[in-house]
């Protein structure tokens, strides 16, 4: 009998921040992982802070920011742990999403495809995935899922 180790895995990477189509994107990940025997992994940035009047409360502003995106990264892995059976790999960076992002798909040879799901309730279909569609696509290494945002679980469960 053949044991997966953690280098031969699918890492189906998701984006972490407050959209609301973040859940379907993450279950579609959980899903797809379960039934390949992938793992998930998060990842979140955490934007610069503008205030640089007072050196303190920039950087309490920045400590504090970084402990919000700890806590979301803490109830998304619970449910990434619900769905798929694994524990995430979590990454947090400072800097924006769309440049972080990139960098860090560059650096970690681990992943193996970004899932995103398009806003639901628009024609644009979100920043992130209007950029990474448009500009970055020729730079990355891995392939894009984009799920539409408007599927439901039921649905999900079924094309996964």
């Not at 921040?17 to 998060?42: I, K, P, Y």
């Not at 619970?78 to 992002?101: H, M």
Request: proline share 5%.
């Amino acid at each position: 009998m053949s044991e997966t180790s953690d280098d031969s895995q699918r890492v189906f990477l998701v984006v972490v921040d407050d959209s609301e189509e973040l859940n379907v994107a993450l279950r579609f990940a959980c899903q797809r992982a379960r039934h390949t025997g992938g793992r998930l992994a998060l990842f979140r940035s955490v934007e610069p802070v503008e205030f640089q009047h007072w050196m303190g409360v920039g950087e309490l502003m920045r400590e504090e920011a970084r402990q919000e995106a700890e806590t979301l990264l803490e109830r998304v892995s619970q449910q990434v742990i619900d769905l798929s059976g694994s524990i995430p790999v979590v990454y947090i960076r400072e800097g924006t999403a769309r440049d972080e992002l990139l960098k860090l798909i560059e650096e970690e040879p681990t992943i193996s495809i970004l899932v995103l799901a398009a806003a639901p309730k628009s024609d644009n279909p979100g920043p992130l995935v209007s950029h990474l569609m448009t500009k970055a696509a020729s730079r990355l290494r891995i392939p894009i899922t984009i799920v539409p945002g408007s599927l439901t679980d039921a649905e999900i469960d079924a094309l996964t």
